[in-house]
């Protein structure tokens, strides 16, 4: 059973970084054919997929946030990092990691239980 834990801050100021990390637990991130997203909700709104690590390295990353967006990962600790410049009040949302089968967002199977992050200064 593939678990997935995410980290980081819960408040972040405008204009600073935000940074999260996905543990995984129950399978490798390098396992063949495995990608590893992120994914947002705001409140009141729907699910936003952010990008993406596959288990080459390769990112992606959704093309309105791409100028902002880094993700990374950490293979001896089986973690992935969400990185996220310049934050404004509208980046307050239910950040999610979860394994996914494609690079787009469409194959997610296994989910982390998500983290409030609120932008407010």
């Known amino acids: 059973q593939v678990q997935l834990q995410e980290s980081g801050p819960g408040l972040v100021k405008p204009s600073q970084a935000l940074s999260l990390t996905c543990t995984v637990s129950?399978?490798?991130?390098?396992?063949?054919?495995?990608?590893w997203s992120w994914i947002r909700q705001p409140p009141g709104k729907g699910l936003e997929w952010m990008g993406a690590?596959?288990?080459?390295?390769?990112?992606y990353y959704s093309p309105s946030l791409k100028s902002r967006t880094s993700i990374s990962r950490d293979t001896s600790k089986n973690q992935f990092t969400l990185q996220l410049s310049s934050v404004t009040p509208e980046d307050t949302a239910v950040y999610y990691c979860?394994?996914?089968?494609?690079?787009?967002?469409?194959?997610?199977?296994?989910w982390g239980k998500g983290t409030l992050v609120t932008v407010s200064s």
């Open positions: 979860a394994r996914d089968a494609s690079p787009q967002g469409v194959g997610m199977d296994y």
């Open positions: 690590i596959a288990y080459s390295g390769t990112t």
């Open positions: 129950g399978g490798s991130i390098t396992t063949n054919a495995y990608f």
